[in-house]
């Protein structure tokens, strides 16, 4: 008879990192905008960072991606009311 090997426990969920909206893709109050692995994206007006990175919008509007001082930034435009 074969034996039948045991799983170790080891494997873990996968955490679907990556950039949820593009630039240029409008977002509501409250959407995840990039979920990331520490601070590679940095959040610029409109937007806030979580505890564990995750970059999401304060405001209705615009995503806009930029640079600043070498490091990417993350914008919302509001919308005109």
């Not at 494997?11 to 679907?16: E, F, G, I």
């Not at 940095?42 to 806030?48: E, N, R, T, V, Y």
Request: aromatic share 6%.
């Amino acid at each position: 008879m074969g034996r039948k090997k045991q799983g170790n426990g080891r494997n873990s969920n996968p955490k679907y990192l990556e950039t949820k909206v593009y630039g240029g893709q409008s977002v509501t109050a409250g959407s995840i905008i990039v979920r990331q692995r520490g601070s590679r994206i940095k959040p610029g007006s409109g937007a806030d960072i979580g505890r564990d990175y995750t970059i999401y919008s304060l405001v209705d509007g615009i995503v806009e991606f930029s640079e600043r001082k070498g490091s990417k930034i993350v914008n919302i435009v509001p919308l005109p009311k």
